[in-house]
């Protein structure tokens, strides 16, 4: 399995910017895509993004859609989610995922990192 491991949450007021990153252990054709996923206080797990290494599939959740954006440094074996005009609702944990083949739905992904928490303040 591929060992991922984010970084870059934090504390950020409305409107402002954050970038995470999500460093894997190892690249193989089980880590083909690249997801983020985020969980807010008592609610399920959300899709936010997915990314191939190639760089020529990625797509978004509808509610940052044009706010964030995923892309990858292959050089460093890192995933990256930029998020800009961050609001109060973008407040969850965020997790980084790997997947066997291109998806939008958590249980293609079978590597989890821990997390790193986002925390917007209106």
């Known amino acids: 399995q591929v060992q991922l491991v984010e970084s870059g949450g934090g504390l950020v007021q409305a409107g402002g910017s954050l970038r995470l990153s999500c460093v894997a252990s190892?690249?193989?054709?089980?880590?083909?895509?690249m997801g983020w996923f985020r969980q807010a206080p008592g609610k399920e797990r959300e899709f936010v993004s997915v990314?191939?290494?190639?760089?020529?599939?990625?797509s978004y959740a509808d509610s940052v859609k044009g706010r964030f954006t995923t892309f990858t440094d292959n050089a460093k074996n890192t995933v990256y989610l930029q998020m800009h005009s961050l609001k109060a609702e973008d407040t969850a944990l965020y997790y980084c995922?790997?997947?066997?083949?291109?998806?939008?739905?958590?249980?293609?992904?079978?590597?989890w990192g821990q997390g790193t928490q986002v925390i917007v303040s209106s």
């Open positions: 995922a790997s997947a066997p083949r291109y998806s939008s739905t958590s249980t293609d992904f079978d590597s």
């Open positions: 190892k690249r193989t054709l089980s880590s083909y895509a």
């Open positions: 990314v191939t290494w190639s760089g020529t599939a990625r």
